[in-house]
């Protein structure tokens, strides 16, 4: 199952050079690394990132982060993954630009379907 991290550019840009990282800011103070299900991850663009240009969405296989992934309510109860080691490079499966389209942020196609 794929799950998916929005970084922006210059936190993307920084994973690249360093080949790890603690995350975004909100990651570093809550202690571990956010992310998102195929399903959950318009709605947190559109409630952490609205009207932000220039992000990135990564896609992380979540079998091969082993218990360092763990699955903990937020939303409304909502089980989200979370990371509690750092993201690396070699973690990410695919990343591409998630380019805002008319003050939306525009998904790749089948990205459920990716994640199933």
């Known amino acids: ?3 998916f991290k929005i970084f922006r550019a210059d936190e993307w840009a920084a994973l ?3 080949g790890a990282t603690d995350g975004a800011p909100i990651d570093v103070t809550d ?3 956010h992310f998102s299900t195929a399903e959950q ?3 947190t ?3 952490h990132f609205a009207g932000v240009d220039g992000l990135f969405l990564l896609a992380i296989e979540a079998e091969t982060l082993g218990d360092a992934l763990k699955w903990e309510p937020s939303r409304g109860g ?5 990371l509690y080691r750092q993201l690396k490079l070699g973690d990410v499966v695919w990343a591409q630009p998630l380019p805002l389209v008319e003050g ?5 196609a089948g990205l459920g ?3 199933a």
């Not at 909502?78 to 979370?82: E, Q, S, T, V």
């Not at 939306?104 to 790749?108: D, L, N, S, V």
């Open 41 to 43: 991850a318009e709605e």
């Open 113 to 115: 379907e990716a994640s």
């Open 78 to 82: 909502a089980l989200f993954p979370h």
């Open 104 to 108: 939306a942020h525009e998904f790749p």
């Open 1 to 3: 199952m794929l799950i």
């Open 45 to 47: 663009a559109a409630k």
């Open 31 to 33: 202690g571990y690394v």
């Open 16 to 18: 690249r050079k360093d």
